[in-house]
Each structure stands twice: as structure tokens, then as C-alpha cells.
């Protein structure tokens, strides 16, 4: 699944199981696999959610409050960022719009608001997407995919 590449993210060339395409190959003969920097407040949830992208292929990196999702992403250099809005310590909105201004990786907002307004502001602050909590496992690893192939593109 995990098909975007990202170049700080080389690792030695292995044969793949039959059928898995969560990495892609490089010139010089290393595989590449796509990093997933995890923003999320609650713990249950962030270790729910790097296990399913690591079974999905994915590199992933969890951190728990803003400042520590500010501080590691200039310099982990991930494909996208999963950013949980409610952060126990900075706002979700300004997390967004720093973030925004630092990577250029995809910001896929995730929070438990239903209210059609906090989407339209995840957008405005430089996210990509916004999934509502509680969500399906496939729904957001379908979203991931969707906003991994839209940054290889260009969009």
C-alpha cells in the first residue's frame, strides 16, 4: 500500500512478501518506505495508530503534544503528518498553521469535533484532510495513500 517514497527514508534492499507494495525501489538498489509522523494526544489511540501503519508498511514516529510534533518534524522529514487537533498543549489550529509553514509533507487533521466548522478550519490552518474520530482503520489508510499520491503529484 504504502507506494510513495520518501529519500531520508532508505533502508537496505530485501525481497517483499508476495503481493506487498509498501515500498518502492530506488536506483542505487535500496527500498524506500513513506514516514508518518503521528501527532496524538491520547496514548491508547497513538499506539493504536503506529501499529496499524507499521502493519501497513509505513515508517512512523509518535509524539503526544504540540511542541514535540513542532520540534520533530523539520527534522525527521516526514511524507505526512497525522495531527490530532486536540493536543493537550498548544491549540490544534496553530500546531496546524506552524506545521504548514515547516514541511511540505501533507497534514491530514484528525480530532473527535463534528461540527462541519472545525473541518473548514483544519483546511484554512494548512491541512489537507480532516477525518472525525472515531474512525475506520481502512478509511484512514485510504485518506494516508490518497494524500501520499497527491504530494508525489504535485497536489
Not at 527534522?75 to 506545521?99: A, E, I, M, T, Y
Not at 472525525?132 to 485510504?142: A, I, W
Request: hydrophobic share 40%; aromatic share 4%.
Amino acid at each position: 500500500m504504502n507506494q510513495y517514497p520518501h529519500p531520508m527514508s532508505a533502508v537496505p534492499n530485501t525481497p517483499a512478501p508476495l503481493g506487498d507494495d509498501t515500498s518502492a525501489p530506488l536506483g542505487d538498489g535500496k527500498l524506500v518506505v513513506a514516514r508518518v509522523l503521528v501527532a496524538e494526544g491520547n496514548p491508547a489511540t497513538a499506539e493504536m495508530v503506529v501499529l496499524v501503519l507499521e502493519h501497513a508498511g509505513y515508517q512512523s514516529m509518535r509524539t503526544g503534544t504540540g511542541r514535540q510534533v513542532l520540534a520533530a518534524a523539520p527534522q525527521w522529514h516526514p511524507d505526512l503528518v497525522l495531527l490530532d487537533l486536540d493536543l493537550p498543549d498548544l491549540p490544534g489550529p496553530d500546531v496546524c498553521r506552524r506545521l504548514h509553514q515547516m514541511v511540505s509533507a501533507p497534514i491530514l487533521a484528525v480530532s473527535t469535533e463534528s461540527d462541519p466548522e472545525a473541518a473548514e478550519l483544519a483546511m484554512a490552518c494548512g491541512a489537507s484532510d480532516y477525518v472525525r474520530k472515531p474512525f475506520r482503520t481502512m478509511d484512514l489508510l485510504s485518506r494516508i495513500e490518497s494524500r501520499l499520491a497527491g504530494s508525489v503529484l504535485g497536489g
